[in-house]
């Protein structure tokens, strides 16, 4: 879909034009300006303009901004840490960075479930771990552990 589109997309409802804000699960999204004049307007509730290929469309919900709204929060965050860092971080050093901050985060936000998710990670890294170490090999589909010298 053409900038050119989009813009007529957002005149055809109402707006002055849409402004491109970022990327959510594969849609480029956008904000629609109401009128360019720096003066605040109460127009109804929040939305975005999503665009993927040649489809376009408004936010379904509140919680769906919402969630893009959070996402484009998380990966500017992200984007922060790393610019900060000194330059000599290596890339695992910057992923751990990451992951810290993400634990955090779920921890202060008491999210039970992003903290389970967490530690399913960490034990499925570290079991993968020793079993390179060990000189074994795990099977997913019958979830069995063997030594590949038997195999």
């Not at 904000?31 to 939305?47: E, H, M």
């Not at 610019?83 to 955090?104: G, N, T, W």
């Amino acid at each position: 879909m053409t900038d050119k589109e989009i813009q007529e997309f957002a005149k055809k409802n109402g707006y002055t034009r849409a402004e491109l804000i970022g990327t959510w699960k594969g849609f480029k999204v956008y904000t629609p300006i109401y009128r360019d004049d720096k003066q605040l307007y109460f127009v109804g509730a929040p939305r975005a303009i999503l665009v993927k290929g040649n489809k376009i469309r408004f936010s379904k919900d509140y919680e769906e901004l919402n969630d893009i709204t959070e996402n484009m929060i998380r990966e500017e965050k992200e984007k922060v840490i790393i610019e900060v860092m000194p330059k000599d971080f290596s890339e695992r050093e910057i992923a751990k960075a990451l992951q810290y901050k993400r634990v955090m985060e779920a921890v202060l936000n008491d999210d039970k479930k992003e903290i389970d998710k967490i530690i399913e990670e960490l034990v499925d890294n570290e079991m993968k771990k020793v079993i390179k170490k060990l000189g074994l090999k795990k099977s997913v589909k019958n979830k069995t552990i063997s030594n590949k010298e038997t195999m």
